[in-house]
């Protein structure tokens, strides 16, 4: 199985500030890295996809890149509306694996 | 709109089965591959099972292999998943997701969820 592991788990951050979660992936993945928001009692919400693809709807203030192993998921201006936690997914192989989630919360 | 209405969770004793129902809406049902992903209570996120879009393809993770089952019917836009001798570390938050043919193959829309508890 491809385990995946993001950092930092939790974080405090203010409004407007810049955020950056990483994911890291146990083996190869190309760009086949899925990113989703999750807040308490709601489904998850689909961010990016294939990596760096900002999922129709989705605010321009969330971006992904990466690669390979690495991965970003970067907020440029946080707003009270973005804190959540965030899981990184990887469909490279079967099974499907998530992130074990980074929880940003108001500093 | 996409719509995804899960139905069918509930209480069940430890061995006992359910079968979960998934109503999709509003998108080309049949264009779309379909997953079941979990979330244990306080836990992360969990993929079970996935079916193609014709449905002739199907996968699961291993810790339900053999008791799970998903099918899909394409003239009612539902997908199903039965579980069969279900165990205490089965209980979560099942929630019912749509598979896009794009790269990167993401769960794109999501339904709200359904609970299923297994305790005696």
């Known amino acids: 199985d491809i385990q995946m592991t993001q950092s930092p788990s939790s974080l405090s951050a203010s409004i407007g500030d810049r955020v950056t979660i990483t994911c890291r992936a146990s083996?190869?993945?190309?760009?086949?890295l899925n990113w989703y928001q999750q807040k308490p009692g709601k489904a998850p919400r689909l961010l990016i996809f294939?990596?760096?693809s900002l999922q129709s709807g989705v605010p321009s203030r969330f971006s992904g890149s990466g690669f390979g192993t690495d991965f970003t998921l970067t907020i440029s201006s946080l707003q009270p509306e973005d804190f959540a936690t965030y899981y990184c997914?990887?469909?490279?192989?079967?099974?499907?694996?998530f992130g074990q989630g980074t929880k940003v919360d108001i500093k | 709109e996409v719509q995804l209405l899960e139905s069918g969770g509930g209480l069940v004793q430890p061995g006992g089965s359910l079968r979960l129902s998934c109503a999709a809406s509003?998108?080309?049902?049949?264009?779309?591959?379909m997953s079941w992903v979990r979330q244990a209570p306080g836990k992360g996120l969990q993929w079970v099972s996935s079916?193609?879009?014709?449905?002739?393809?199907?996968f699961y993770a291993d810790s339900v292999k053999g008791r799970f089952m998903i099918s899909r019917d394409t003239s009612k836009n539902m997908v199903y998943l039965q579980m069969n001798s279900l165990r205490v570390e089965d209980t979560a938050v099942y929630f019912c997701?749509?598979?896009?043919?794009?790269?990167?193959?993401?769960?794109?829309?999501w339904g709200q969820g359904i609970l299923v508890t297994v305790s005696s």
């Open positions: 083996q190869r993945i190309s760009d086949y």
């Open positions: 294939a990596a760096s």
């Open positions: 997914q990887q469909s490279y192989g079967i099974p499907r694996t």
């Open positions: 079916i193609s879009g014709s449905g002739v393809n199907t």
């Open positions: 997701a749509k598979v896009p043919q794009v790269r990167g193959d993401p769960f794109e829309y």
């Open positions: 509003g998108f080309s049902f049949t264009n779309n591959a």
